[in-house]
C-alpha cells in the first residue's frame, strides 16, 4: 500500500498527457521521452502469419495441445471463435473509443486517478514517473470490472452512458472466456482441469484501455516500454493498427492481429505455477506519426491471499522447482521495464 500512495504522490505532480502533447502539435518529441539510443525500437520482424491463430472451435484435444505449445513457445496466441460476439467487441471499441474523445478535463473530471484496491484507478499516467525514467507515449484508463466488492462504477465513464453497460457484458464474456482458457492451459501440462480455477478462487478482473496519439518522431519512443504482465492471464483487444511487438530470444516481432480474433498472453503468475512451463513474454508496444493507436486490455489476477507456487505435481527430479512462493497480492501488475528495474519480479523468485 505504502508503494500505491507514494505512486499517488507522484503522479499528483503536473505532468502533461500525451493527447494534450499531440494537441501541441509538436514537431519534435519532448526530452523525457527520448529513449537512450540503445533502447530505441527498431524495426520488428514481421511474425510468420503473426502469432499463432487458435480456433477455439477446433477438437478439444487438440485445442489443448495448441494452446499449451503457443503458451511455451510464444506465450502469446490469438483466438478465433472465442464465443463473443463481434458486435460486442465492436461496441467495446467505440465507446472506448467516445471516452478517449471527451475533452482533457472532462476525462479527468469522470474519473480522477485515485488509489483502487490493488492498483490505482482511473484516467492518467500509469508507470513509475520518477525523474530519472523515460515516460512513455501513452495514456490510460485503468479500472476494475469485477468482483463487484472492488468495481467502483461511480468512477467509471459516464460519457458515452452506454460505457457501464457494454463493459460489464464484455466483462462476464471475458470471464467466461479465460474459465475455458484456464481449463485448456491445466490440461495441457497434465493437472486436472479445475487445477487452476480452484487455486485462484474469485477472479480479480482489471481492465486498461491504452490510448497511444501519433507521434512526431515514433522512432525515438516507447509508447508503452518493454514489460512482461504481473497477473496470471491477459486478453486484449487490438484495433487494426500495429503496434503491439512481442519477444521472442532476442528479437522482437510484430502482432498483427487477424480481424475478429483476441490476443491472449501468459502473465508472470503463470509462469511461476507451471513452473517456467508457461512464458510471461516480454512485449511492448510502439507508435507511429499519423494514427492513434487503442488497445483494451483485461488482466485475470486470483483473488488475494491466494499462495502462488510452482505446482507440486510439475517438480520431479528433472525438473526441479525454479521458483519461491509469492501471496497474490504481493505481486502487483508491473509496468517495469527489465532494464529499468534491473530484474524483473518474476527473474526476482527464481530459487538458486
Ligand atoms: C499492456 C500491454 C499492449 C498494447 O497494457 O500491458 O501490453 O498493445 N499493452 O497496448
Ligand atoms: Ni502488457
Redesign the pocket.
Known amino acids: 500500500m505504502d508503494a500505491l500512495l507514494k505512486q499517488f504522490e507522484r503522479l499528483k505532480r503536473p505532468i502533461d498527457m500525451v493527447q494534450t502533447l499531440h494537441d501541441r502539435q509538436l514537431k519534435e518529441v519532448p526530452a523525457r521521452y527520448i529513449l537512450p539510443s540503445d533502447q530505441r525500437p527498431v524495426p520488428a520482424i514481421e511474425a510468420p502469419q503473426s502469432i499463432p491463430v487458435i480456433d477455439l472451435a477446433a477438437h478439444h484435444s487438440e485445442i489443448v495441445t495448441q494452446v499449451a505449445k503457443e503458451s511455451q513457445d510464444w506465450g502469446f496466441f490469438q483466438v478465433l471463435n472465442h464465443g463473443i460476439d463481434l458486435s460486442l467487441l465492436e461496441r467495446i471499441k467505440r465507446v472506448s473509443k467516445e471516452f478517449f474523445d471527451l475533452s482533457l478535463e472532462e476525462k479527468r473530471r469522470q474519473c480522477p486517478v485515485r488509489p483502487g484496491t490493488r492498483m490505482l484507478e482511473g484516467y492518467g499516467r500509469f508507470f513509475d514517473i520518477s525523474d530519472v525514467t523515460v515516460l512513455d507515449w501513452?495514456d490510460?484508463l485503468v479500472h476494475y470490472i469485477s468482483p463487484p466488492s472492488v468495481k467502483a462504477v461511480e468512477h467509471w465513464p459516464k460519457t458515452p452512458h452506454t460505457y457501464r453497460e457494454t463493459y460489464e457484458k464484455y466483462g462476464e464474456e471475458v470471464l467466461k472466456l479465460t474459465d475455458k482458457l484456464l481449463g485448456m492451459l491445466s490440461e495441457g501440462l497434465g493437472l486436472d482441469p479445475n487445477y487452476f480455477r480452484t487455486l485462484i478462487k474469485e477472479p480479480l478482473l482489471q481492465l486498461?484501455i491504452?490510448y497511444?496519439p501519433p507521434c512526431p518522431q515514433p522512432d525515438l519512443v516507447n509508447?508503452?516500454r518493454p514489460?512482461s504482465?504481473g497477473n496470471l492471464l491477459?486478453v486484449?483487444i487490438?484495433d487494426q493498427v500495429d503496434?503491439?511487438q512481442v519477444r521472442k530470444g532476442e528479437e522482437w516481432f510484430t502482432?498483427s492481429p487477424v480481424p475478429g480474433s483476441l490476443?491472449v498472453?501468459i502473465g508472470d503468475l503463470l509462469q511461476i505455477i507451471s513452473n517456467g512451463k508457461y512464458t510471461s513474454a516480454e512485449?511492448?508496444?510502439v507508435v507511429n506519426t499519423n494514427q492513434y493507436?487503442?488497445?483494451v486490455?483485461m488482466?485475470l489476477n486470483p483473488q488475494d491471499d491466494v499462495l502462488i507456487a510452482p505446482a507440486p505435481e510439475l517438480i520431479d527430479e528433472t525438473h526441479p522447482r525454479l521458483y519461491q512462493s509469492i501471496l497474490s497480492q504481493e505481486y502487483g501488475?508491473t509496468?517495469m521495464s527489465k532494464d529499468n528495474r534491473g530484474k524483473a519480479p518474476v527473474e526476482a523468485l527464481i530459487l538458486s
Do not use: E
Open positions: 501513452v490510460a486498461r491504452n497511444y509508447g508503452l514489460h504482465d491477459t486484449l487490438d503496434g503491439l502482432i490476443v498472453n512485449h511492448r508496444a493507436r487503442m488497445s486490455v488482466f501488475t509496468y
